[in-house]
């Protein structure tokens, strides 16, 4: 069953017990799909990319078309970065630890998984981050 199905058909509620099976699959499910949607997005990028290979005899051609290749180059290895994280996401899933905040052990909260399934903070402890790190770039 497409995971579009799965998630019109059930939502997470606070009422249930937090993270339990039907959460988890569909967590599960959801990482899956947004990594298999990067991966197919890559795969048409790098067709792109070959086709587009072609010789520009104008010198702004070829300047507009290799900008074009770098800004799509580094979206990609953003994306690369962020198939380790739903790796990483998946990993927690089979450890038992994904939805619970890294720092204090807290559940994350749903409508933030939903959001981000990636998170490995609570929205207070990512905020305490954020603000430690403009106080290290800032001084």
Not at 1 to 27: G, H, I, K, L
Not at 45 to 61: C, G, R, Y
Not at 63 to 91: M, P, V
């Amino acid at each position: 069953m497409p995971a579009e199905m799965v998630e019109d058909a059930y939502r997470p509620s606070e009422e249930e017990t937090f993270m339990n099976e039907r959460q988890r699959e569909y967590f599960r499910r959801k990482l899956l799909a947004w990594k298999e949607d990067i991966l197919r997005e890559s795969r048409e990028t790098l067709v792109a990319l070959q086709s587009e290979n072609e010789n520009h005899p104008d010198v702004a051609d070829r300047a507009s078309s290799e900008t074009d290749r770098a800004i799509e180059l580094r979206a990609r290895d953003r994306q690369r970065k962020l198939i380790s994280k739903i790796e990483a996401a998946l990993g927690r899933l089979d450890d038992g630890t994904y939805g619970y905040c890294e720092e204090t052990g807290e559940p994350i909260g749903l409508k933030r998984l939903d959001a981000r399934p990636i998170a490995t903070l609570s929205v207070e402890a990512q905020e305490r981050h954020e603000k430690r790190e403009r106080v290290y770039r800032d001084s």
